[in-house]
């Protein structure tokens, strides 16, 4: 199966739960700006709406949307610890989080990667995404993990996130339990091994 993938963007969070799962897809990097692939292609060709991530997978069809593909990875691959089977409670608790870090992280970050968003709306969003932090650090106070207490799909989309706080010049610091939980993440063989991914495709395109 192909990820295309761009670093710095959700599809990080793709990238970690594949290798969670012991799954090596071939990563294929895009420039989402361009909407190029590396050999010219058009990104419109793999994803119609133009935006990462996509999965290519073994028989040829494509998938879109993060949590779409993790879903399709951990159900194709019953990779139940990473997100419950169907009809599990426990599986609705995950996606529940996800739900959350789509609706209220991710799409509130959108707006602060886009040069002609207005100050006043980014101060908007950095605000709500202040008041999002100081939440999840009082979730954290408890628990090593967004749920169950044990490493899930969630974790790889909170974390991918979360560190998005980094390029927008917010300490994440002032959120001890927040931070802590996000060293916790970093430290994981599958979550390095993404990163390392991410770092190595960025020196190539500072090279070219």
Not at 50 to 61: F, I, R, S
Not at 81 to 102: A, N, T
Request: hydrophobic share 45%; with cysteine; net charge neutral.
């Amino acid at each position: 199966m192909k990820l295309y993938l761009t670093p710095r963007t959700c599809a990080l969070a793709v990238d970690i739960v594949a290798r969670e799962i012991g799954l090596a897809l071939e990563l294929v990097w895009v420039d989402v700006r361009a909407k190029k692939l590396k050999d010219g292609g058009d990104l419109h060709r793999i994803n119609p709406k133009g935006q990462v991530p996509a999965l290519e997978t073994d028989d040829g069809q494509f998938l879109t949307e993060g949590g779409v593909i993790i879903q399709y990875l951990c159900d194709r691959h019953g990779a139940d610890h990473l997100l419950p089977r169907s009809l599990d409670m426990e599986r609705y608790r995950v996606l529940e989080w996800m739900g959350f870090m789509s609706s209220e992280l991710h799409k509130t970050f959108t707006p602060l990667f886009r040069a002609s968003t207005p100050p006043a709306y980014r101060d908007i969003a950095i605000e709500n995404l202040l008041r999002r932090f100081a939440w999840l650090d009082r979730v954290l106070a408890t628990r090593g993990f967004l749920h169950a207490q044990r490493f899930t799909a969630a974790d790889a989309y909170c974390f991918t996130i979360v560190m998005w706080a980094e390029l927008h010049a917010i300490d994440l610091a002032q959120w001890p339990h927040l931070h802590a939980y996000l060293q916790r993440i970093a430290a994981r063989p599958s979550v390095q091994a993404a990163l390392a991914a991410e770092r190595d495709e960025l020196a190539t395109q500072a090279a070219a």
